[in-house]
């Protein structure tokens, strides 16, 4: 069952780094919002100095025709240079404006070979501040992108106070998940393998893979029996673990890299423990997907878990936190807690509220 609008409600949907999480939530939300005149314009998750400064530059050679049409709605993802595309098109200026943060820039670790960038903090800002209504998958998202702007305009030479600012955009924010689709359960649907352990994360920095492959490593060499499958996004620069892993943990290992869309569905199928580590995460896709399909989560107790995830499925967040739960999940699986129920994730929960979003006045 989807939710419908009114015909006449146009609504153009900006996607200014189509990364895989901005794909999906932008082709969901177009798909079970029914009734609507839908445009949407995405530019490729590639070049993000460029792409998050100059966006609008690039759709007003591109695609000035399109933004010079008139909607009743803008809904921007925070790459959107929202504020600089409103003044280009007075059109969009009088739409009412829209901006989904799938995460924000001021909590986003920062590798050691990287400087510290400020256009894509100040872009997510004035955004934010150009918006008519600004919207925040979690409240870890929202809190963190308001903690930091305050921390990072302390900086300006002028020190212009942003308390009141700030804290009324916390306040007037709204929190909306990125939906995960249900799931066509069939009654033939091989069990998990309670010891088979899976990461399907970015192969990033970020994403902390030294203290998984340390966890595992342990594991090993104390003499655990477990399976692995090493899956998500691979890109050209891999952090050197994952060559170690791949050579230390052979025998463990049942799939590796990246894998076809089917294949990987099969491999979450299969996948009794799915893991993260992440230094940064704003709502865990990948990790809700896996739980989904029957993989218990362990998630470490910061960011966004704790709002996502009850208290048997968090680690301390440390190396050796993470070893002895594992340890005890797969030496004696009577202490593996039940699979979590993943209807709350789901669009048939989210319907509605996102058909309001697009359809509520502005109260000025």
């Not at 997510?124 to 919207?135: F, Q, R, S």
């Amino acid at each position: 069952m989807h939710t419908s609008l009114t015909p006449r409600t146009r609504v153009l949907l900006l996607s200014a780094y189509d990364a895989i999480s901005h794909r999906y939530w932008a082709d969901s939300v177009m798909q079970h919002v029914d009734g609507v005149e839908w445009t949407a314009l995405r530019l490729p998750a590639r070049h993000f100095r460029w792409r998050v400064r100059g966006n609008p530059l690039t759709w007003l050679l591109k695609e000035g025709d399109t933004l010079s049409q008139p909607y009743d709605v803008v809904l921007a993802t925070s790459m959107v240079d929202l504020a600089t595309l409103a003044g280009l098109f007075p059109s969009l200026g009088r739409a009412r404006k829209i901006v989904y943060f799938h995460e924000n820039q001021f909590a986003y670790p920062v590798s050691e070979e990287q400087k510290p960038q400020v256009e894509g903090k100040m872009v997510n800002l004035y955004a934010a501040l150009a918006a008519d209504t600004v919207v925040f998958n979690t409240a870890y998202n929202r809190d963190s992108f308001i903690d930091g702007a305050r921390a990072f305009l302390k900086q300006m030479p002028e020190n212009v106070p942003a308390v009141k600012p700030l804290e009324a955009l916390r306040q007037r924010a709204k929190v909306l998940p990125v939906p995960i689709m249900p799931l066509d359960r069939h009654p033939s649907h091989t069990p998990p393998n309670p010891r088979r352990i899976l990461w399907n994360h970015r192969w990033e920095y970020d994403k902390n893979p030294e203290d998984f492959f340390a966890a595992l490593f342990d594991l090993s060499e104390q003499g655990v029996a477990f399976d692995l499958a090493v899956l998500g996004q691979r890109f050209r620069h891999v952090p050197p673990i994952f060559a170690e892993a791949e050579q230390r943990l052979a025998s463990h290992i049942t799939a590796w890299g990246p894998q076809p869309e089917g294949r990987y569905q099969a491999e979450l199928d299969k996948g009794g423990i799915v893991v993260s580590t992440t230094r940064h995460e704003f709502q865990g896709l990948a990790i809700m997907e896996a739980a989904q399909r029957g993989a218990l989560p362990l998630v470490p107790d910061r960011l966004c878990f704790p709002d996502l995830y009850p208290k048997a499925y968090r680690y301390d967040g440390t190396r050796g936190g993470l070893y002895e739960r594992l340890y005890r999940w797969l030496t004696t699986p009577a202490y593996q807690p039940a699979p979590l129920d993943s209807a709350r994730w789901e669009w048939p929960s989210w319907q509605a509220a996102y058909a309001s979003l697009l359809t509520e006045e502005v109260v000025d």
